[in-house]
């Protein structure tokens, strides 16, 4: 199209973007007033990294300092305490993701939805047990409500078709297929 086509594209676009404020006024902005206000925000977004910049250099300058006035000792002392921080976050990660493997097969079991793990998961197993069983209680009795609504609701009434299976005449027993 040519340049005068694309304007009257761009005003039909700017009615109707208009015609959707529903009447509100637009404002419209000059390139140096944009330039302006991102120039604005960029200004308050450096000068809240380079804070966090300085305070970052301070923190570490402050510790390297501290441990500079530690005997050999004392650093063997925090290394150690470090690393035994590190193995127990470690130990931790693993339990949770065996409890939370140990949950989804306790659900699965029981024939409730897996997507249940996640409030279910307790770092101690006993307590992960028992929510998972009253949790089982409080989903069986729901879903009979549910059912029992539905039943209900639909005016028909089910029939036990289980017991009317035939037998053999010898050894009742034995179901005839």
């Known amino acids: 199209m040519n340049q005068n086509g694309a304007e009257s594209n761009n005003s039909q676009a700017n009615q109707t973007a208009g015609e959707a404020n529903n009447g509100e006024k637009q404002v419209t902005f000059t390139q140096d007033q944009v330039n302006e206000l991102i120039q604005k925000r960029v200004n308050e977004l450096n000068k809240k990294s380079d804070e966090k910049t300085k305070q ?5 300058i402050s510790e390297y300092e501290r441990k500079a006035k530690l005997t050999e000792e004392e650093r063997a002392t ?5 690393k035994l921080a590190e193995i127990e976050e470690r130990e931790r990660s693993i339990t949770m993701r065996e409890r939370r493997s140990d949950c989804l097969t306790e659900l699965s079991k029981k ?3 897996t997507e249940f793990a996640d409030y279910l998961v307790n770092q101690d197993k006993d307590k992960m047990t028992e929510s998972i069983d009253q949790f089982s209680k409080l989903w069986e009795e729901k879903l009979m409500e549910g059912v029992q609504a539905k039943i209900k609701a639909s005016g028909a009434t ?3 078709k289980s017991s009317t299976v ?4 010898n050894n009742p027993g ?3 297929i």
């Open 78 to 82: 925090e290394a150690q305490k470090a």
């Open 166 to 169: 035939p037998h053999s005449g």
């Open 158 to 160: 089910p029939t036990d």
């Open 56 to 60: 970052a250099v301070a923190d570490a």
């Open 111 to 113: 024939n409730i939805p």
């Open 174 to 176: 034995v179901a005839v």
